[in-house]
């Protein structure tokens, strides 16, 4: 491990990281304890479960979660660990008024209270045996979760150091956009591989020759300045790409024929346009297995079955390519003969310099290289 740091901090300017951060289990621990375990993650989307009641199950860090409308106006995040002998309480999806836990039938409020404790004895159950709610935030219609019980959104970089982000995205309004679809998905590949290739636009003319480039070909992406907590670059269109008909009336004309694609650090990946927002939230199963949750918002709410088919269909289409070239990578990555490479022109690969620069500093490797 520690020639791994080393190797890190010793690496030359403008290079990628060492492929053993992208196959080693000890890389993942520390990853896992100073990333998962502390920062902030996205879980999904708040109208995904618009109505009191609604709710689904998501594991992050081998925690499983219960994310539940609680009220009309307030979402809230639940352990989703009976207090009794640790059954998880719900799985899937659904709406209810009460979580029973399979087990033993021990049942909670919405809001994670012990109601029932089927022939236990009074005595015996302490006061608080009701299921532990997590520090949650809803930034922009995502929701985002700590598992650190000291974390506050308000207090934390976050709340500073987005804001730029969300200057730059304002007129998209993504908070009114409408949940259309979500996924979950397992991808054979490392998680950071996965920030990274979305954040590259680098490899869309290459890897998406019929889904992309004749939208938005390598050579008209545009690199915009991050900050320490989020990477951002636009993918402009060309001039026979389809016009999108349908937005928000503040968008320019110029962002009308724009494609965001933006990372918030670490573990949140999306890409937004004047109709569509897609989002990928990735939780690592293992140095070479990756979670994915990923959905599809767009500006329309009354769009037909088939024009919300097409919409997620064409996103799949580009995951699958994407899922495709990132399993092989990982492939490569494990050879003994794999190096860190240069990166391209900063409009091409300059995302992924911040955001080594965000995990270096939050892994506490010091760096020579101007990373
Ligand atoms: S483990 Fe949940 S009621 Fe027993
Ligand atoms: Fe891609």
Redesign the pocket.
């Known amino acids: 491990m520690k020639s791994l740091l080393n190797k890190i901090s010793n690496r030359p300017p403008g290079h990628g990281l060492p492929p053993a951060c992208y196959t080693s289990a000890k890389f993942l621990r520390l990853e896992k304890r100073l990333l998962f375990l502390k920062e902030w993650h996205c879980l999904g989307r708040v109208d995904e479960i618009p109505e009191v009641g609604d709710y689904f199950t998501i594991d992050l860090a081998s925690e499983p979660l219960l994310v539940v409308r609680k009220t009309e106006s307030e979402v809230t995040v639940l352990s989703n660990v009976?207090r009794?002998?640790?059954?998880p309480?719900a799985s899937g999806a659904g709406n209810t008024g009460k979580f029973r836990?399979p087990?033993?039938?021990?049942t909670y409020e919405l809001s994670g209270k012990l109601r029932k404790a089927p022939l236990v004895p009074k005595e015996r159950i302490e006061k608080d045996c009701g299921l532990p709610r997590l520090n949650s935030h809803c930034w922009k219609g995502f929701i985002f979760v700590s598992l650190d019980a000291e974390a506050d959104w308000s207090e934390g970089q976050e709340s500073q150091t987005l804001v730029p982000l969300e200057r730059h995205l304002a007129n998209y309004h993504m908070q009114d956009m409408h949940h259309a679809a979500s996924f979950v998905e397992t991808w054979q590949c490392n998680w950071k591989s996965l920030v990274e290739n979305f954040m590259d636009g680098y490899h869309l003319s290459v890897v998406h020759p019929e889904s992309l480039h004749h939208l938005t070909p390598t050579s008209l992406c545009k690199k915009v300045t991050g900050s320490a907590a989020f990477t951002t670059y636009t993918a402009n269109y060309t001039r026979t790409a389809p016009v999108r008909e349908k937005h928000h009336p503040s968008l320019t004309a110029e962002q009308v024929k724009q494609s965001h694609l933006f990372c918030v650090f670490p573990s949140l990946i999306a890409s937004v346009s004047a109709d569509t927002l897609v989002y990928l939230a990735l939780h690592p199963l293992s140095a070479s297995e990756v979670s994915v949750k990923w959905g599809v918002a767009t500006f329309e709410s009354d769009l037909s079955e088939a024009e919300i088919s097409a919409r997620v269909n064409k996103w799949k289409q580009i995951n699958n390519e994407d899922h495709q070239i990132l399993q092989r990578l990982q492939a490569g990555l494990r050879s003994k003969f794999s190096v860190t490479g240069p990166l391209a022109a900063d409009n091409f690969e300059g995302a992924l310099l911040d955001f080594h620069r965000f995990l270096l500093q939050k892994l506490g490797v010091e760096t020579t290289s101007n990373v």
Request: net charge positive; with cysteine; glycine share 10%.
């Open positions: 009976c009794h002998r640790g059954m309480v836990c087990y033993h039938a021990w």
